[in-house]
């Protein structure tokens, strides 16, 4: 172990929100945002030290309680960094967004200075879920996490955010539990073989197949597919992005779901390859109802934070999915879909988020005429929508098309049917940009005024980074693709084999 990079990376955002707690007025909010630059700097380093062929890298391991075989372990493989990059990317983006949010709530009783803070511990957090190679210290962030998110979304938004924030805990914490029961399994496990142990890399050598392995694996898949989240454990995220922030909910629904969509690929894969591909079926018949329910949702939606959430919802149909269809390009096009998928939705909040405050409402029958009073706000809340829905040339077709086409050539009835959600893209993102922005000019939004500077420039990355990895996805496939190959050997399949007697794609 030499310089651990990765423990740096976690702690700087979390030392920033001690310092921005310290600081004063303004000053509280320029330290938070140097701090979250500050880790985005460190992910970069962690991008170009990165070697894609060469497995688990960075890591980091110190026995931390012997007796029970827990360790703090840290390591990132392209999935992980993948997923470190997005948060590192997100956070000043949402912070930026956020700056001129003096008060929230209702009562004025949460300030801008307990937002950035809140923000900069869940990123903490963020960085110890995604790099730890221990069960047990992946847990207990995986648990972390819910206490900054719990109170962004209760603390800051709308009138019913305290009811929102508690389903949101309580839906999290039930998945949370029944992952306790299955991390305490793997322990009972480990101990049998004689070392018990939660490393990953302990963990992997046994033998985890049969009845055992599927019903830990069972456990996990419970919390990760509430996390992600998935029909019909969905509920809790249309509530909780209705009653957050714009930045609170970019970072609920780019960040922190994607932990549940990552625990897939990390835990239930590498660990119960058995049980994944007997939970097939299910798993996939889910993914497919939540890509139908999800778009047909988003078009009957009336509140734009919600039309986005169900969108969310039909998307995550698409990572699992893909996931579970076990090709090397339908679980490359998932990562991928992962990291895209936080860059468009967080664009497409955070600029519903400019026009709701200057509006009032998140009603979608509250506008009308938009384009022709706030022009640049029409033409990016347009890109984001574009984006959202997949346009070809922008990041998130590439990995959507690579996650049906690849499903396809292994399950082609599932992979036609999840065309249809792509069809629900056009109409919902299409729908809502009609009524919002087209038409006469109503009352309400007629003296409404363009994007500022600050605004411009929080949605500037996320527009470059669209329009470069729609063009040009190789670098991020380069990282992510061998460490999806290494998940594929771990579960003991291969692609499927085309009539030509080669394998696909």
């Not at 419970?222 to 957050?244: G, N, Q, R, Y």
């Not at 938009?370 to 984006?387: D, E, N, R, W, Y």
């Not at 040009?472 to 990282?479: R, S």
Request: with cysteine; aromatic share 12%; hydrophobic share 55%.
């Amino acid at each position: 172990m030499g310089f651990p990079i990765l423990t740096v990376l976690a702690l700087v955002p979390l030392v920033g929100a001690l310092l921005v707690m310290i600081a004063r007025d303004n000053g509280a909010r320029v330290v938070g945002l140097v701090s979250s630059l500050a880790a985005f700097g460190l992910a970069v380093v962690l991008v170009v030290m990165y070697e894609p062929e060469a497995g688990m890298q960075f890591t980091e391991q110190v026995t931390w309680i012997e007796q029970i075989g827990l360790h703090y372990a840290l390591g990132v493989d392209g999935i992980g960094l993948t997923m470190v990059v997005l948060t590192a990317i997100l956070v000043p983006v949402v912070l930026i967004a956020s700056w001129d949010d003096a008060d929230y709530g209702e009562t004025g009783r949460w300030t801008s200075k307990s937002f950035f803070a809140l923000v900069l511990v869940l990123q903490s957090f963020a960085f110890f879920v995604f790099t730890a190679t221990d069960v047990l210290l992946f847990y207990l962030f995986f648990e972390a996490t819910l206490i900054p998110m719990y109170f962004l979304i209760g603390g800051f938004g709308g009138v019913k955010r305290s009811a929102a924030a508690m389903k949101f805990l309580l839906f999290s914490l039930a998945g949370g539990l029944v992952m306790l029961v299955s991390v305490v399994g793997l322990y009972g496990v480990s101990a049998q073989a004689g070392a018990p142990s939660y490393l990953l890399s302990d963990l992997a050598a046994l033998n985890l197949d049969g009845t055992t392995g599927r019903w830990l694996f069972v456990g996990f898949m419970i919390a990760f597919a509430i996390k992600a989240p998935m029909v019909p454990a969905h509920t809790w995220l249309p509530d909780a992005a209705e009653e957050s922030t714009p930045g609170g909910a970019a970072l609920l629904v780019g960040v922190l779901d994607k932990i549940g969509t990552f625990g897939m690929l990390r835990f239930c894969l590498g660990l119960f390859p058995e049980a994944s591909t007997w939970a097939t079926p299910v798993v996939l018949v889910l993914a497919l109802i939540s890509v139908i329910y999800g778009g047909l949702a988003a078009i009957g939606s009336k509140d734009l934070y919600r039309l986005i959430a169900f969108t969310s919802i039909s998307h995550f149909g698409f990572i699992v999915m893909g996931i579970f269809a076990f090709t090397s390009q339908s679980m490359a096009g998932s990562v991928l879909y992962m990291f895209n998928h936080g860059l468009s939705t967080t664009a497409l909040f955070l600029v519903i988020g400019y026009m709701v405050a200057r509006r009032g409402s998140r009603q979608v029958r509250a506008f009308g005429g938009v384009q022709k009073v706030a022009p640049i706000l029409a033409g990016l809340t347009l890109f984001a929508g574009l984006s959202s829905l997949a346009l070809p040339g922008l990041a998130p077709f590439v990995s959507e098309f690579w996650v049906i086409s690849g499903t396809f050539s292994r399950y082609p009835v599932i992979g036609a049917i999840a065309v249809l959600g792509v069809v629900l893209a056009a109409i919902y993102i299409l729908l809502m940009y009609q009524r919002t922005m087209t038409g006469p000019v109503s009352d309400e939004v007629a003296d409404f005024e363009d994007l500022s500077g600050r605004e411009k420039g929080a949605l500037i990355p996320l527009v470059v980074l669209i329009l470069v990895l729609g063009f040009f996805p190789k670098p991020a496939l380069d990282v992510i693709n061998p460490a999806v190959s290494t998940t594929m050997q771990q579960v003991g399949v291969v692609d499927p084999v085309a009539p030509n007697g080669q394998e696909q794609p």
